[in-house]
DNA sequence: CGCCAGGCTTCTA
DNA sequence: TAGAAGCATGGC
């Protein structure tokens, strides 16, 4: 992949492990979402950005070396070789179909804080309504730049009643929100921190946190702390799994595993959503 | 109306 | 200690 910067923003040709549709829309974030012109529009990181898909190069609009450098690169996780990756996991036939499929997914590096919230909100619910949550807490709780809004940190709604958030509609995964909030801010979760941690110990202490069980943890893990062998089981994964793998990935995949995991997930979801229409 | 949604907590045997 | 019920809300 080459990286060109130019006036309009930076261009990263020959992206053939960078596809847009893949990675904003593979239920691994929630803020990001389609243009009427086609391009992608989204709020990381305390930016807003916009990014264009042509056949076979990407083009993060507006955006100068220096940003690109300091912010982009990491969060698009280009530092990373998905040829390889993809070339790996494939070795293995059972998980070559969705190594095809998925091709052009990048695993992405969320705010930490901003992952848990949205994994948390995540369960026994449905994409469109987590987010639609989410949105609503930015616009309630988030700072307002030229009309969007920031991810609210954790001492933002550490203060906060329930009843203040009602507003949002989380049901009952508000007051799971409310005790991540207090136990990050308060320091007993610290995120940023356990970027360093075994994968053991971080997993216990996002366990910690009320309404955050092994799924929550490891999809905070994989897309918001850099874990990319933190394999989430949801009831997608958990179903392959036993269908095709007998219950766990080969050995060869487990460096990977959250990437495979991420593969198999958009494969899955997307051939059951074509079995029903 | 009932069922389901990137689960987790709580109750029960 | 496994397994089921209950949980808020909204789309279908």
Same mark, same amino acid.
């Given at each position: 992949?080459?990286?060109? %910067? #130019?006036?309009?923003?930076?261009?990263?040709? +020959?992206?053939?492990?960078?596809?847009?549709?893949?990675?904003?829309?593979?239920? #691994?974030?929630?803020?990001?979402?389609?243009?009427?012109?086609?391009?992608?529009?989204?709020?990381?990181?305390?930016?807003?950005?916009?990014?264009? $898909?042509? @056949?076979?190069?990407?083009?993060?609009?507006?955006?100068?070396?220096? @940003?690109?450098?300091?912010?982009?690169?990491?969060? %698009?996780?280009?530092?990373?070789?998905?040829?390889?990756? +993809?070339?790996?996991?494939?070795?293995?036939?059972?998980?070559?179909?969705?190594?095809?499929?998925?091709?052009?997914?990048?695993?992405?590096?969320?705010?930490?804080?901003?992952?848990? =919230?949205?994994?948390?909100?995540?369960?026994?619910?449905?994409?469109?309504?987590?987010?639609?949550?989410?949105?609503?807490? =930015?616009?309630? *709780?988030? @700072?307002?730049?030229?009309?969007?809004?920031? %991810?609210?940190? !954790?001492?933002?709604?550490?203060?906060?009643?329930? #009843?203040?958030?009602?507003?949002?509609?989380?049901?009952?995964? !508000?007051?799971?929100?409310?005790? !991540?909030?207090?136990?990050?801010?308060?320091?007993?979760?610290?995120?940023?921190?356990?970027?360093?941690?075994?994968?053991? $110990?971080?997993? #216990?202490?996002?366990?910690?946190?009320?309404?955050?069980?092994?799924?929550?943890?490891?999809?905070?893990?994989? %897309?918001?702390?850099? *874990?990319?062998?933190?394999?989430?089981?949801?009831?997608?994964?958990?179903?392959?799994?036993?269908?095709?793998?007998?219950?766990?990935?080969?050995?060869?995949?487990?460096?990977?595993?959250?990437?495979?995991?991420?593969?198999?997930?958009?494969?899955?979801?997307?051939?059951?959503?074509?079995?029903?229409?």
């Amino acid at each position: 992949m080459r990286t060109i %910067f #130019q006036k309009d923003g930076v261009h990263l040709e +020959n992206a053939e492990y960078f596809e847009l549709a893949a990675t904003l829309d593979c239920g #691994q974030a929630f803020r990001w979402g389609r243009d009427a012109d086609g391009g992608w529009s989204g709020v990381a990181l305390g930016r807003r950005l916009t990014l264009r $898909q042509t @056949e076979n190069s990407v083009l993060l609009c507006g955006v100068d070396e220096e @940003e690109y450098r300091a912010v982009w690169q990491d969060y %698009f996780d280009l530092g990373r070789d998905y040829g390889a990756v +993809n070339r790996a996991l494939s070795a293995d036939p059972r998980l070559r179909p969705a190594c095809e499929y998925g091709r052009g997914i990048r695993i992405l590096r969320q705010e930490p804080w901003e992952t848990l =919230c949205s994994f948390i909100l995540s369960q026994n619910n449905n994409i469109p309504r987590i987010k639609g949550i989410i949105d609503r807490l =930015c616009r309630r *709780f988030g @700072e307002e730049h030229d009309g969007w809004f920031t %991810f609210p940190d !954790a001492g933002r709604l550490a203060g906060c009643s329930p #009843q203040e958030l009602d507003c949002l509609r989380a049901g009952f995964r !508000a007051r799971y929100l409310l005790d !991540a909030a207090q136990k990050v801010a308060g320091g007993d979760v610290p995120l940023e921190s356990m970027r360093t941690w075994s994968p053991d $110990q971080a997993r #216990q202490r996002l366990m910690t946190v009320h309404g955050v069980g092994p799924k929550v943890a490891d999809c905070t893990m994989l %897309f918001g702390l850099g *874990f990319i062998e933190a394999f989430p089981q949801d009831v997608w994964i958990r179903r392959v799994m036993a269908r095709d793998f007998g219950g766990a990935l080969p050995e060869s995949a487990l460096p990977y595993a959250g990437i495979a995991q991420q593969y198999l997930f958009y494969y899955e979801r997307d051939r059951a959503g074509e079995a029903r229409t």
